[in-house]
Antibody, heavy 123, light 109 residues
Framework: QVQLQESGPGLVKPSETLSLTCAVS????????WSWIRQSPGKGLEWIGY???????NYNPSLKSRVTVSEDTSKSQFSLRLSSVTAADTAVYYC?????????????????WGQGTLVTVSS | EIVLTQSPATLSLSPGERATLSCRAS??????LAWYQQKPGQAPRLLIY???NRAPGIPARFSGSGSGTDFTLTISSLEPEDFAVYFC???????????FGQGTKLEIK
C-alpha cells in the first residue's frame, strides 16, 4: 500500500520560503507524478504542481514564479519550495500521487494523498 | 482558467436514498473530470477519473457520467459512510492544468 507523509515547519514568516518534504513508501516513484496540492477556506483546493520522469515539472501558472518541486528518488521523497510567502499562502498542504492511467504525460487524477500538514504564514 | 461550479452546495438525504451531485465547467473539458470524497480531517479520496471510470477499490454504488461541460456523480444507495464533502476536478488537455470545484456537502437528513 502506497503511503505518503508530509514533513516541514508549521509556521513560516512572511517573505520567507516555505519548504516541505513528502516521504513515499510502499511503491516505486517511477511512472507517477509527485504532486503538491493545498487547501484553504478561502481558495478551496488548489493544485500547485508536480515533478515526474526524473525531474520534469509542471506548475500552476499562478504560482509558477515562486514554486519549485523536486524529487530525490534515492531517498523516495519529493519536496516543495514556495518563496516569498504571504498570509494568502496559509493552508493545509497535501502531497499526492498523480496517475495517468496510461495516458503518458497527463495525470488523470490524484490517487494517493498524504494526511496533510497545516502551514501558517505569520510573523 | 477553467472554473468548475458544483451544485447544490449542500444536499440533505437519508441513508438508502440516491444522491445526484452536479459539476459544471466554464468551458469544455472533454471527459477529463475526476471526483473526490473528503471526510473531516482527512485528505481527499479519488472516486472517479475520466468522468466515468471508478478508481480501484471504489464501490460500485458510485458512478460518474457526463462530458463537455456537464457532469454528474451518482451514489445509488447512500451508506452512512458516504456523508462527506465531494469535489470535482478537471484537467485541461495540454499543458495539463488542474482546478477543483468548491465542493458539495452531503449531509444526513
Amino acid at each position: 500500500q502506497v503511503q505518503l507523509q508530509e514533513s516541514g515547519p508549521g509556521l513560516v514568516k512572511p517573505s520567507e520560503t516555505l519548504s516541505l518534504t513528502c516521504a513515499v513508501s510502499g511503491g516505486s516513484m517511477s511512472s507517477y507524478y509527485w504532486s503538491w496540492i493545498r487547501q484553504s477556506p478561502g481558495k478551496g483546493l488548489e493544485w500547485i504542481g508536480y515533478v515526474y520522469n526524473s525531474g520534469s515539472t509542471n506548475y500552476n501558472p499562478s504560482l509558477k514564479s515562486r514554486v519549485t518541486v523536486s524529487e530525490d528518488t534515492s531517498k523516495s521523497q519529493f519536496s516543495l519550495r514556495l518563496s516569498s510567502v504571504t498570509a494568502a499562502d496559509t493552508a493545509v498542504y497535501y502531497c499526492a500521487r498523480g496517475n495517468d492511467y496510461g495516458d503518458y504525460g497527463r495525470p488523470r487524477g490524484f490517487d494517493y494523498w498524504g494526511q496533510g500538514t497545516l502551514v501558517t504564514v505569520s510573523s | 482558467e477553467i472554473v468548475l461550479t458544483q451544485s447544490p452546495a449542500t444536499l440533505s438525504l437519508s441513508p438508502g436514498e440516491r444522491a445526484t451531485l452536479s459539476c459544471r465547467a466554464s468551458e469544455s473539458v472533454n471527459f477529463f473530470l475526476a471526483w473526490y470524497q473528503q471526510k473531516p480531517g482527512q485528505a481527499p479520496r479519488l472516486l472517479i477519473y475520466d468522468a466515468s471510470n471508478r478508481a480501484p477499490g471504489i464501490p460500485a454504488r458510485f458512478s460518474g457520467s457526463g462530458s463537455g461541460t456537464d457532469f454528474t456523480l451518482t451514489i445509488s444507495s447512500l451508506e452512512p459512510e458516504d456523508f462527506a464533502v465531494y469535489f470535482c476536478q478537471q484537467r485541461n488537455n495540454w499543458p495539463p492544468r488542474y482546478t477543483f470545484g468548491q465542493g458539495t456537502k452531503l449531509e444526513i437528513k
